[in-house]
Nanobody
Framework: VQLQASGGGLVQPGGSLRLSCAAS????????MAWFRQAPGKEREFVSS????????TYADSVKGRFTISRDYAKNIVYLQMNSLDPGDTAVYYC?????????????????WGQGTQVTVSS
């Protein structure tokens, strides 16, 4: 499984970005695809996940109502639309994939990780 994250960059507070995670190497039936982030000096934290087949989504409280995760079933791409960004969202964002995960917020459950993309929110 290969995961390629892209779409990061520098954005002003209140702005938007859309991250993409291109997945390849297998079919992803029963997989969970997720986004995590890690800010400097902080531990990695869960952001959002989507069950590939059912489309069920989960969000961290800190991003609910601002971020939206989705997937393109045909292209094997997972998106994270991020709106109303603030400096607290500054981090390296990683996409991850794991098979048949129950507790989607736990990073150690995911076997596959992308390389990360930097998101910086600053004026």
């Amino acid at each position: 499984v290969q995961l390629q994250a892209s779409g990061g960059g520098l954005v002003q507070p209140g702005g938007s970005l859309r991250l993409s995670c291109a997945a390849s190497g297998r079919t992803f039936t029963h997989y969970v695809m997720a986004w995590f982030r890690q800010a400097p000096g902080k531990e990695r934290e869960f952001v959002s996940s989507i069950r590939w087949t059912a489309g069920t989504t989960t969000y961290a409280d800190s991003v609910k109502g601002r971020f939206t995760i989705s997937r393109d079933y045909a292209k094997n791409i997972v998106y994270l639309q991020m709106n109303s960004l603030d400096p607290g969202d500054t981090a390296v964002y990683y996409c991850a994939a794991g098979y048949s995960i129950v507790v989607v917020t736990t990073g150690s459950r995911y076997a596959h990780w992308g390389q990360g993309t930097q998101v910086t929110v600053s004026s």
